[in-house]
């Protein structure tokens, strides 16, 4: 169990790195500036949290703090799908990540679901 959380705390730096590669040769025009910012903000508050998440002292603040994970994971979908929709030519790079944060998303929301239901057997 140690190995996986060690993996995804791993598999979510990389995320926020490559949301900071896609975010910076963004044009600074005013609608791409504050969705690569939004985008900056929420992909690296993922793996911030989830790190969090991993040191908390009981269960229940683990499972609040993964509900943020899954909050942040959400957002930056969000703003990925909106950064997709905006561009006039479709990147590799912005399908991979997006890609990344929807299995993202997936994957910390089954274990919120997973941690609350272990929370209410308790």
């Known amino acids: 169990m140690q190995e996986l959380g060690k993996a995804l705390e791993e598999r979510t730096k990389a995320f926020a790195l490559a949301v900071l590669h896609?975010?910076?040769p963004l044009p600074t025009a005013a609608?791409?500036?504050?969705l690569g910012r939004?985008?900056?903000r929420?992909?690296?508050?993922?793996?911030?949290?989830?790190?969090?998440?991993?040191?908390?002292?009981?269960r229940r603040e683990?499972?609040?703090?993964?509900?943020?994970?899954?909050?942040e994971s959400d957002e930056s979908v969000y703003w990925l799908e909106?950064?997709?929709k905006m561009?006039?030519?479709?990147?590799?790079?912005?399908?991979?990540?997006?890609?990344?944060?929807?299995?993202?998303?997936?994957i910390f929301s089954t274990s919120l679901r997973t941690a609350k239901s272990r929370l209410a057997d308790q």
């Open 22 to 24: 896609l975010v910076r």
């Open 31 to 34: 609608a791409e500036y504050v």
């Open 38 to 40: 939004q985008l900056l």
């Open 42 to 58: 929420a992909g690296s508050a993922v793996g911030a949290n989830y790190h969090a998440a991993r040191r908390s002292r009981s």
């Open 62 to 71: 683990f499972v609040a703090r993964l509900a943020i994970v899954v909050e």
């Open 82 to 84: 909106l950064l997709a």
């Open 87 to 106: 561009s006039t030519r479709p990147s590799q790079e912005l399908g991979d990540l997006l890609q990344e944060a929807r299995q993202l998303r997936a």
